[in-house]
């Protein structure tokens, strides 16, 4: 199961991996290469519903999230259970994406842009950096962690990191053949998006449509693509 895990997809909450990068992470199952999902917080803070208590909620955005990863192809996500509107640059929450990275070795790792400018939710920011600190040189290094080390879990060089809410896009995916999926996808985040109404498919394709502007195809999904050089 841990074997041969070719991406890692890191997102704050229940849902924003669906906005992000649904549309490539489908295209690439569907190519028999494994995907893994982390999800760092519970999402127990994201309703407008005065009557929805809070660890009821934390038990439904699961439960979507699984049947959307489900519906991907995903392999396996992993729940942090950390608390929504609460992630911290921890040593702790640190340590916990080391020992996934190790654990899973993905070559390529996906997350949310931690330097987006201006608007940007506080826990989307704190997990970019914290995914970017973990890779480099946390999990690369075998003195980080002795007792990881101990457990038999071996650094790892993650090849590439992929950040989704790029302002300064340098890497494109084709995901016109898969936008109806990364909608249904969406769709079962029902506590979040209802079902999917008509203008907001709308503004969801003409997004993907601005992701693919120079491109030559017609709906795409954009990162900030980073190699890393060890
Ligand atoms: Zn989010």
New binding site residues.
């Given amino acids: 199961m841990e074997n041969d895990i070719y991406m890692m997809v890191v997102?704050?909450?229940p849902?924003?991996a669906e906005f992000g990068v649904a549309g490539t992470v489908v295209k690439l199952t569907r190519e028999g290469k494994k995907v893994v999902y982390v999800v760092c917080?519970n999402?127990d803070k994201?309703t407008s519903d005065r009557n929805m208590k809070p660890e009821e909620l934390a038990k439904i955005r699961e439960k979507e999230q699984l049947n959307a990863a489900r519906l991907l192809g995903v392999t396996k996500v992993e729940f942090m259970r950390l608390p929504d509107q609460g992630l911290e640059d921890t040593p702790e929450f640190r340590k916990a994406l080391v020992r996934l990275i190790r654990q899973y070795r993905p070559e390529v790792v996906v997350t949310?842009n931690p330097y987006r400018k201006y608007m940007w939710?506080r826990?989307?920011r704190v997990t970019g950096q914290v995914v970017m600190d973990a890779v480099f040189p946390y999990a690369r290094d075998h003195l980080s962690y002795p007792d990881l080390l101990e457990e038999g879990l071996e650094p790892h060089k993650v090849r590439e990191v992929w950040l989704w809410g790029a302002d300064d896009a340098n890497h494109y995916s084709d995901v016109t053949d898969t936008f109806d999926i990364k909608i249904k996808a969406l769709g079962c985040h029902i506590s979040q998006v209802g079902d999917i109404p008509l203008e907001m498919r709308d503004r969801l394709r003409d997004w993907a449509k601005m992701m693919a502007e120079d491109q030559d195809y017609e709906l795409g999904e954009a990162f900030h693509r980073i190699q890393m050089r060890y």
């Fill in positions: 997102t704050p909450h849902d924003d917080t999402g994201g949310a939710h826990d989307h």
